[in-house]
């Protein structure tokens, strides 16, 4: 049997990481992988965290299964974080292993009431996005989203490739920080989005992995919000990675929001799925985050925290253009101030992505998409000196 397998090809991030682990110089910059890290390199463990996991380790007294669905708590804690009041009828739930679980899970649900349904997704989306849907056999899409010359969202194309979708198919939505590039459309352009796709007829899945990273905790929500307000079925995929900063606890939830009559069998569709994939969900994170976000005083520290993060990104995301400025003496960057979240894209060509590794030890990937938190204070200026090399 096994001599059957056909070699899968890599994933070009683990490629590069593997590549700058090997890379025996020193003053190498690493912008490739997807983490929050300090000034010194390091992705830290939240106070919050910290202290959340002290109590549980005092107080927990079983590790027997949780719920197929996760624990009720952590389900309705994660509802009220990312949609606020006035969904619980609505709202269907199950815990996932993070959010790439919470995306595969959507699919599947997709699968299994729509098997026909195309599912549109942005050009360029995070790559996982497509491989799922390709290795389910499911229908897929894109619709134009970022303008590499200019840096910003394609609007004018994103609004015609939108205009096009048929009734019933599924829009995949970065609800906010868009990876890979960074650009977001504005609040106005949200309402356009969702009066096209309401006259479309389409159901949106929003992808939200970064609330907290852009514009704040609760500026970063309004937009899955608008579309949850605007529609009578949505789903959205969120993760705890990164704005509680527990990326191997594998936290996440996929809620699916429909009519109230449904719930019942909607949510017993999603333990369906989850029994068919994993069983029960991983609990130590999502039980940290319930803990969380039911103290008062935990939920005051961790956003304190979060808030440190964001606004440590958006400082260096204001450094890094205003170096560029002065090393290219142009404007061509200014977009990177702009963005929000962890990525930006900067439109270089494969072949200066591969001079900046080769000359200067500067590892992103091969579309250019830089993570800002890769950088301090110390290497902005060295990054911008290499852009600006290679640029000629």
Known sequence: MLENLNAQPQDKILQLIAMYRDDPRDGKIDLGVGVYKDATGLTPVMRAVKAAEKTLWDTEKTKTYTGLAGEPAYNAAMVGLILGAGFAERAASVATPGGT????????????????????LSNPTWPNHPSIIKYLGMKSAEYRYFDAATGEVDFAGLIADLGTVAEGDVV????????????????????????????????????????????????????????????????????????????????GILIALGDASRKAVTQGNLNFLNRQNYSFPPDHGARLVTMILEDQALTTQWKTELEEVRQNMLTLRQSLAEELRRATNSDRFDFVARHRGMFSRLGLTEAQVNQLREEAGVYMVGDSRINIAGLNSQTVPILAAAIAKVIG
């Open 172 to 251: 995949l939505l970065h609800g906010c920080c868009h990876n890979p590039t960074g650009a977001n459309p504005t609040a106005a352009q949200w309402q356009q989005i969702v009066d096209v796709l309401k006259a479309r007829k389409a159901i949106p899945l929003v992808d939200l992995a970064y609330q907290g990273f852009g514009d704040g905790l609760e500026e970063d929500a309004q937009a899955t919000r608008l579309i949850a307000n605007s529609f009578p079925e949505v789903l959205i995929a969120a993760s705890c990675s990164k704005n509680f900063g527990i990326y191997r606890e594998r936290t």
């Open 101 to 120: 679980g919470a995306i595969r899970q959507a699919l599947e649900l997709i699968k299994l009431a729509a098997p026909g349904a195309t599912v549109w």
